[in-house]
Protein backbone atom coordinates (compact mmCIF):
# COMPACT_ATOMS: atom_id res chain seq x y z
CA UNK A 1 0.00 0.00 0.00
CA UNK A 2 1.35 3.51 -0.52
CA UNK A 3 0.40 7.03 0.61
CA UNK A 4 -1.47 9.54 -1.72
CA UNK A 5 2.36 10.58 -2.21
CA UNK A 6 3.48 7.56 -3.58
CA UNK A 7 5.41 6.24 -0.07
CA UNK A 8 5.34 2.73 0.70
CA UNK A 9 3.53 1.83 4.01
CA UNK A 10 4.65 -1.40 5.87
CA UNK A 11 6.44 -2.76 8.83
CA UNK A 12 9.85 -0.92 7.24
CA UNK A 13 8.26 2.75 7.20
CA UNK A 14 9.90 4.45 9.73
CA UNK A 15 8.16 6.49 12.56
CA UNK A 16 9.26 9.44 11.24
CA UNK A 17 7.51 9.06 8.49
CA UNK A 18 4.29 8.07 10.46
CA UNK A 19 4.62 10.78 12.29
CA UNK A 20 3.61 13.07 8.75
CA UNK A 21 0.87 10.70 8.16
CA UNK A 22 -0.63 10.08 11.54
CA UNK A 23 -2.52 12.44 13.57
CA UNK A 24 -1.59 12.15 17.29
CA UNK A 25 -3.80 9.24 18.78
CA UNK A 26 -3.79 7.57 15.37
CA UNK A 27 0.29 7.45 15.99
CA UNK A 28 -0.13 6.78 19.67
CA UNK A 29 -2.41 3.88 19.35
CA UNK A 30 -1.26 2.27 15.72
CA UNK A 31 2.24 2.58 16.41
CA UNK A 32 2.84 3.22 19.80
CA UNK A 33 -0.06 0.42 20.85
CA UNK A 34 -2.32 2.58 22.78
CA UNK A 35 -5.69 2.13 23.67
CA UNK A 36 -8.72 4.44 23.11
CA UNK A 37 -11.19 4.60 25.82
CA UNK A 38 -14.05 2.46 25.87
CA UNK A 39 -17.18 3.43 24.36
CA UNK A 40 -15.59 6.32 22.77
CA UNK A 41 -14.68 4.71 19.35
CA UNK A 42 -17.01 6.00 16.39
CA UNK A 43 -17.35 2.08 15.21
CA UNK A 44 -18.19 0.83 18.83
CA UNK A 45 -21.92 0.82 18.07
CA UNK A 46 -21.82 0.92 13.80
CA UNK A 47 -23.12 -1.69 11.50
CA UNK A 48 -23.35 -0.84 8.26
CA UNK A 49 -22.24 -2.89 5.22
CA UNK A 50 -18.58 -2.86 3.82
CA UNK A 51 -14.98 -3.71 4.59
CA UNK A 52 -12.99 -1.96 7.42
CA UNK A 53 -9.28 -1.15 6.97
CA UNK A 54 -6.04 -0.49 8.54
CA UNK A 55 -6.53 3.33 9.47
CA UNK A 56 -1.99 3.43 8.88
CA UNK A 57 -1.66 1.50 4.96
CA UNK A 58 -5.34 0.57 4.16
CA UNK A 59 -5.02 -3.03 3.85
CA UNK A 60 -8.13 -4.23 4.20
CA UNK A 61 -8.47 -6.22 7.58
CA UNK A 62 -12.23 -7.09 8.57
CA UNK A 63 -15.97 -7.57 6.50
CA UNK A 64 -19.01 -6.31 8.21
CA UNK A 65 -20.44 -9.38 8.11
CA UNK A 66 -18.10 -10.72 10.82
CA UNK A 67 -19.08 -7.54 13.15
CA UNK A 68 -20.78 -7.90 16.25
CA UNK A 69 -21.84 -6.53 19.47
CA UNK A 70 -19.93 -7.66 22.31
CA UNK A 71 -20.84 -5.05 25.02
CA UNK A 72 -17.08 -4.35 25.44
CA UNK A 73 -17.32 -0.62 24.40
CA UNK A 74 -14.74 -1.27 21.21
CA UNK A 75 -15.50 -2.52 17.79
CA UNK A 76 -15.56 -6.18 18.06
CA UNK A 77 -15.15 -9.14 14.85
CA UNK A 78 -14.94 -12.88 14.99
CA UNK A 79 -12.92 -13.11 12.38
CA UNK A 80 -10.30 -11.38 10.05
CA UNK A 81 -10.04 -11.26 6.52
CA UNK A 82 -7.65 -13.89 5.93
CA UNK A 83 -3.58 -12.92 5.82
CA UNK A 84 -4.64 -9.58 7.02
CA UNK A 85 -3.76 -9.56 11.07
CA UNK A 86 -0.96 -10.87 12.51
CA UNK A 87 -1.29 -11.75 16.43
CA UNK A 88 1.29 -11.64 19.06
CA UNK A 89 1.70 -12.87 22.99
CA UNK A 90 1.44 -9.62 25.25
CA UNK A 91 2.36 -10.23 28.62
CA UNK A 92 2.45 -6.43 29.45
CA UNK A 93 0.21 -5.40 32.32
CA UNK A 94 0.99 -8.60 34.23
CA UNK A 95 -1.15 -10.76 32.38
CA UNK A 96 -1.14 -12.81 29.00
CA UNK A 97 -3.26 -11.41 26.18
CA UNK A 98 -3.19 -11.83 22.17
CA UNK A 99 -2.27 -8.56 20.62
CA UNK A 100 -3.82 -8.13 16.68
CA UNK A 101 -1.88 -6.14 14.63
CA UNK A 102 -1.88 -5.22 10.67
CA UNK A 103 -0.17 -7.86 8.52
CA UNK A 104 1.13 -5.53 6.39
CA UNK A 105 2.03 -2.45 8.33
CA UNK A 106 1.97 -3.79 11.85
CA UNK A 107 -0.18 -1.11 13.05
CA UNK A 108 -1.89 -2.42 16.95
CA UNK A 109 -5.27 -2.96 16.09
CA UNK A 110 -6.16 -4.40 19.67
CA UNK A 111 -6.43 -7.82 21.50
CA UNK A 112 -8.11 -11.31 20.52
CA UNK A 113 -9.97 -12.87 23.61
CA UNK A 114 -10.91 -16.59 22.96
CA UNK A 115 -13.74 -18.95 24.64
CA UNK A 116 -15.87 -16.24 25.75
CA UNK A 117 -18.69 -17.55 24.94
CA UNK A 118 -20.19 -15.32 22.51
CA UNK A 119 -22.03 -17.42 19.98
CA UNK A 120 -20.45 -16.70 16.67
CA UNK A 121 -18.96 -19.38 14.21
CA UNK A 122 -15.10 -18.84 16.15
CA UNK A 123 -15.98 -18.07 19.99
CA UNK A 124 -13.21 -15.35 19.48
CA UNK A 125 -13.82 -11.64 20.02
CA UNK A 126 -10.96 -9.07 17.90
CA UNK A 127 -11.54 -6.25 20.23
CA UNK A 128 -10.11 -3.45 17.79
CA UNK A 129 -9.59 0.50 18.53
CA UNK A 130 -11.94 2.23 16.43
CA UNK A 131 -8.76 4.66 16.09
CA UNK A 132 -6.69 1.54 14.04
CA UNK A 133 -9.31 1.08 11.43
CA UNK A 134 -11.44 2.74 8.70
CA UNK A 135 -14.36 2.16 7.00
CA UNK A 136 -14.95 1.05 3.25
CA UNK A 137 -18.49 0.79 2.73
CA UNK A 138 -20.07 -1.46 0.65
CA UNK A 139 -20.94 0.03 -2.97
Known amino acids: MASSDGV ?40 EEGTYKCAGCGTPLYKS ?39 NCGGHLGHVFEGEGFPTPTDQRHCVNSVSIKFDPKP
Not at 29 to 39: D, F, N, P
Not at 75 to 89: L, Q
Open 8 to 47: KLDKSTPDSVWKTLLNAEEFHILRQKGTERAGTGKYNKFY
Open 65 to 103: ETKFNSGCGWPAFYDEIPGAVDRHVDNTFGMRRVEITCA
